[in-house]
Structures are given as structure tokens and as C-alpha cells.
């Protein structure tokens, strides 16, 4: 598993803690539930922010890999 897998599999997994944090707070309101929504929709971001960055680290590496193919096999 590659770094980048990894740390994606990493983040899923406490974004998915997280959330279970923030429906426990939710069913009992008080004023840590904001604080708790706040944080959920800041992993939410970060988590997307990573998935993008991912998403482009990937584009530039078959990319990359293809111009060696191609010189390889000129």
C-alpha cells in the first residue's frame, strides 16, 4: 500500500470516527454540538482538500510513467 493509500485510509477511517462522535453529540444537544458539527465540516473539507491533491499527485504520475514508456521505447 502506498503512502499516499495509506494516509487516505487513515483519514476515511477518522473522518468516519468523527462522525459517529458528531450523531452521538447531535441526539444529546448541548453547546458542544456545534463545536463538534464545526469540526466534522472542517475534516469534511480537509478530507476533500486531500482527495483532490490525491487525485492530482495520481494525474502527474501516469503522466510522468507514460513519457518514460514512450522514451523507452523510442
Do not use: C, F
Request: glycine residues 4%; proline residues 1%.
Amino acid at each position: 500500500m502506498s503512502r499516499m493509500e495509506n494516509a487516505t485510509r487513515r483519514l476515511e477511517q477518522a473522518l468516519d470516527r468523527l462522525e459517529g462522535a458528531v450523531a452521538n453529540v447531535s441526539a444529546r444537544p448541548s453547546e458542544d454540538s456545534e463545536v463538534w458539527r464545526e469540526a466534522l465540516q472542517r475534516a469534511q473539507a480537509d478530507y476533500a482538500l486531500l482527495e483532490q491533491r490525491g487525485d492530482e499527485v495520481t494525474a502527474r504520475l501516469d503522466g510522468a510513467i507514460a513519457r518514460l514508456r514512450a522514451l523507452l521505447e523510442d
